[in-house]
């Protein structure tokens, strides 16, 4: 997903890519991170993540019939082929949809079958400073990427969430400054604003920014290829979920943004 703008081609190839496996995942236990997110622990056969190096796996969950599933994109995190367990951070957003409600709900025992893993991002060690935004449900894959840093990394990771409440353990080297943004504040800026409030640093930087939509793809984005200009294959941006859309309507939004990236 973080290849949205890092891969671009000059042609549609129109070979059908090989089909992810699909992993029998069952329900181990259940956290609660904070008061809009749960972490689900799973157990299975987990052969299909042996190798994956991304910092931002993930999988897509299958829901409903398996003829025509309905399918939710979440970050696989802490893998342990050998012991057989993944988890999985869900921000639980209310009633409305399928995978949210489904992780308040769940219960130990409770299975779910995950296509994956795919992923596109892992911090490049070489860059001379890093840039990490995003909301709760990028927040999985930043903290990931921020333990795969090396100790002397330098940057900034900007996460927004709701209010002082949610905010959750999130590690980083001493050099990457960490910053929360609380939407219930009005004193706080926006994750685009405080993005481009950020001292630009020297050198190349690799940047990772997912989340809303309009957020990310409106806000943050026009900010680092138009007015910093940073070369596309250094970032990896995408949204992750767009406020007022299903995951099926966020879709036909994604390729429409997709379209006019290709004019551009
Ligand atoms: C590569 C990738 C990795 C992702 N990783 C994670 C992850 O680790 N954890 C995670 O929680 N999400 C993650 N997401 C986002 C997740 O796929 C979407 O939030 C998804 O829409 C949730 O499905 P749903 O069935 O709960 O809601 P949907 O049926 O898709 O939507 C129902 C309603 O809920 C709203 N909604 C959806 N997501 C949110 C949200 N996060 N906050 C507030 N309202 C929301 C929609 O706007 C819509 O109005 C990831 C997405 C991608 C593409």
Request: aromatic share 8%.
């Amino acid at each position: 997903m973080g290849c949205v703008t890092r891969v671009r081609s000059a042609f549609v190839s129109t070979t059908p890519k090989p089909a992810k496996p699909i992993t029998l995942l069952r329900v181990e236990s259940k956290e609660q991170l904070s008061p809009g997110m749960v972490r689900i622990r799973f157990s299975g056969e987990l052969a299909a993540f042996e190798g994956s190096a991304f910092t931002d796996r993930y999988v897509k969950f299958l829901f409903g019939s398996s003829e025509r599933p309905t399918l939710r994109t979440y970050t696989a995190i802490e893998p342990d082929v050998a012991a057989g367990t993944v988890a999985v951070d869900f921000v639980v957003h209310g009633d409305q949809g399928i995978a949210g409600p489904w992780a308040a709900a769940a219960q130990p025992g409770d299975t779910i079958s995950a296509r994956g893993p795919g992923g596109a991002y892992a911090p490049d060690p070489a860059a001379d400073w890093h840039l990490f935004a995003g909301d709760e449900a990028a927040i999985p894959a930043i903290r990931q990427s921020l333990a795969d840093l090396p100790a002397d990394a330098q940057g900034y990771a900007v996460l927004q969430v709701d209010g002082p409440a949610h905010q959750q353990e999130v590690a980083s080297p001493a050099g990457v400054e960490l910053s929360w943004l609380h939407r219930s504040d009005a004193s706080h800026p926006s994750l685009a604003d405080a993005v481009r409030a950020l001292p630009w640093r020297e050198g190349r930087v690799h940047a990772f920014v997912h989340g809303e939509g309009q957020t990310v793809m409106r806000g943050v984005r026009p900010y680092l290829f138009n007015e910093r200009a940073v070369p596309r294959a250094d970032v990896s941006i995408s949204a992750y979920w767009k406020q007022g859309r299903t995951e099926e309507a966020f879709r036909e939004w994604k390729a429409e943004i997709a379209q006019e990236e290709g004019l551009q």
